[in-house]
């Protein structure tokens, strides 16, 4: 004869480490940003043969698995990527998750993480991943539009720094036939403007006509597009007929331009809320 | 001629957003569980035809993404996971990441939902995964072995509840020809002791000798295994010759048993840290 | 012959409970708000038998407290108080306690009862204080300017609410002869157009004309004041001689105004920083 | 007429500011500390004249004042002064103020600060105190009983080293004539054995013998005493007698011993809780 003890009765007595768990609510009326940093990413560009300075395919792949972030989570109004990077920010009056910061920026992690292994294929064909890669994150509030202009301005700066370092160090190496010593010391100490010239009067480069991706990184946010389908319809007496039918829909777009000065602010003015 | 402003201190103009960071440091000397659950579970089950009520390709997907988890942090010193969902216990001790709950959290639910991804079609062969699945995390302190213990036993209660009750019903309907409805309504009001009877007589079924990975959940610790490989070794004045080497590598091991009562924690006396 | 053992050598064993304390630095560019509240304030105010509606002792008393709390600290701009409650409001960029939230709270708790008691007398003359009495604190942050001032607005409209409540409340007993049961009874259910009727119907009071301390609160704020002195100079080739002397001086100046309204802020606008 | 608006209605339109609030909960079944500084004790030291090295007045003022605290507080179960600093230990399980770190910590503050002002003529007698005090406070969590005891240790320790030194530097000055500056040139670098040696050798001192409430600063703890008091009672068919009644009362004690050893603890094992 099976024989059971009152499992609900026995649940019931445990049942009191929940009380444990903390409170950590996002402070109302602030952005909520989530940004995501790949782990040991150095050593995984190298293992899977990463172009340098950079890779298209690893860029798209990153961008393809911000998308799905976004397409899953319609609060996060502008995500911005670079390298191994990328940050999600989400409107300052969400109420997504009740504002819990850690379901916000694990479920990001998560899906961010699932999705670049779904869409690995779609950008390195039949090159195969060679292990599941890790990303990890962190939350930062900002009380105001100004605040948040420049964090993301911050990321930029960051990116613009790195793509140029990168852009000569390794065109001394592959176009100057440098060592990767005899590179860095060349670049030691010298001025965005240096390498500014280096690149231009050494190999005719001129940087700013460089790749926007690469200099400038990804932006994504919504836009209303408008979408003509054709549809099917019967109207009393009349004979059912196809019509083009036009709606807006919303979908996540991707810019590669400054968004430090105020242009890109002045042109999408729906992504930020007033500072109220 | 290429012009560029000073990039780098444009940069440090923005570097204050970093202040708003905030430190989530986890109390010293508290053990520190990280608990994964499926976002949209009930769907993504469906939509994969998972079987009822347990599908053991799910569930050894779950345990091996515990595992690459746990492999990558040895700080984790056990996890157990049911369904889907998954706890991971880092030792009070650890000081992983210094502690930051963002950075612990982030990190096991992105390499957690990679490795999901990554092994999926080493339990579901050629059936394909229709989308990126998401995980939530949150991180829970527990200052003594009483209270990690008594969370561990509210889990695999809760396990325990579930897969009795899911027994019955799927028993219900695909042995006993019920309606969904039918069997809810068979069910309701009933305790443990009843769904047990039900089983047994109705269908022959000892629940206490279904299958324990179903009853239990699955539970991982490190453990001390001797591996013997043969080594090539040449000594001076002799032939070089295979000899047999012994040695003691810790490996991650699965149990699926009871964990609420004494025994496993007798018989595992390593994985706890004594309350001091 | 006195015996010691390395006392610097035991303390520095036990200096890692150090590393239990937890950062609770308040998030960069919101306004701090710290309130106090009396505790057991209604016994407190029969104990020490404090005239009803209000007593204008221990309203005073209340302010000299504030007073003393913000003399001290001068990145609070504004304090409001009523009844046994007040508010503190940091500057957003203030950099006090480098904004650790249980400094600034324990400060301003501190403080302000040290004082409430340290000028009793001034207020309460020869009535003994029986007993040292308690307020309890918090700590809350707000983004906006809109924010901070709808706090404040939440504060007065609860401090109207309550006294034209107890207004009518004790002019129904002390004027009218009714028993506080009857009072109560009288204004239950009662809106604030009703209680004005009550007033100014049966006993000819225009709640209106009642004193704007008691309608109003306290708001606490500094200001830029001229103050002329006069100062012994003394001149090369010219006798020492008395001269007045005109420097502006910040004060902490109390007014007894609606704060609701766009007014009070527009004729103070230094009070609030830009949402920037 | 006298004119209302609908305050209530306009109250509700601002309480959404509430919800700003965050919850700042304990963590459960850790010890909680309050630790209290006084600030700008140094210079409130010098205006009040407190003798040197140690003021009993001002010492006794300290206890008298954490008495204070523990008494309406029944949850401490321990606190440990010296110099200007009080440290209040709340139970593991207390659930006083729902263990909301800002209530307990600014009510521990707030009961000291007026205690102390309260208190004062008691100990200071005629001499006036000058202004009011402030302290500033922190809450520190330990999880175990082990951790708890360290950080008494930690303060004892501390209170033992500066004790010592200031028994040494200010015997350098009072007895022996040296500058402030002589004494700190005498004192630099000598280990405690060294400053036992001249406090012995040149001074005819035994440190240890000096008073055990400047050596090891007091210890507050609750303890059962019987108290015996005598009552009328009147019995069927007796006369009305006097009679002794003897109750166990739970007092506040202070002990001025050692902390750092075991025998405090086995002597009063009912001070910290089991670790489960």
Chains 1, 2, 3, 4 share one sequence.
Not at 80 to 91: L, M
Not at 121 to 146: A, C, H, I, S, W
Not at 175 to 184: D, I, N, S
Not at 243 to 253: I, M, N, Y
């Amino acid at each position: 004869r099976p024989f059971s003890s009152s499992s609900a009765m026995a649940k019931s007595k445990f049942e009191y480490v929940r009380s444990f768990e903390t409170d950590d609510t996002c402070l109302r009326n602030c952005y909520i940003v989530v940004r995501l940093d790949g782990r040991n990413f150095h050593k995984f560009a190298e293992q899977h043969h990463f172009t340098k300075p950079n890779d298209d395919r690893a860029l798209g792949l990153m961008s393809k698995s911000a998308h799905s972030v976004m397409e899953g989570l319609e609060d996060i109004t502008i995500a911005y990527g670079q390298s191994d990077e990328f940050s999600f920010v989400f409107k300052r009056t969400t109420t997504w998750f009740k504002r819990r910061a850690s379901k916000l920026m694990t479920h990001v992690a998560s899906q961010f993480s699932s999705s670049y292994v779904f869409y690995w294929k779609e950008f390195f064909g039949e090159q195969p991943l060679l292990y599941p890669p890790g990303f990890d994150g962190r939350v930062v509030l900002y009380p105001t539009n100004r605040n948040l202009r420049d964090y993301l301005s911050w990321r930029q700066a960051d990116c613009h720094i790195n793509n140029l370092y990168n852009t000569a160090f390794w065109t001394l190496i592959q176009k100057g036939g440098l060592t990767t010593t005899q590179a860095e010391d060349r670049l030691k100490g010298t001025l965005a403007s240096d390498k500014n010239e280096i690149l231009f009067s050494e190999f005719d480069i001129n940087y700013n006509n460089e790749s926007a991706l690469h200099r400038k990184g990804t932006t994504l946010i919504w836009e209303k597009r408008d979408e003509t389908v054709s549809k099917r319809i019967k109207r009393p007496n009349e004979e059912e007929k196809q019509v083009p039918v036009t709606r807006s829909r919303r979908k996540v777009e991707a810019y590669h331009c400054d968004i430090i000065g105020d242009q890109f602010w002045e042109e999408h003015p729906d992504v930020l809320e007033n500072d109220t």
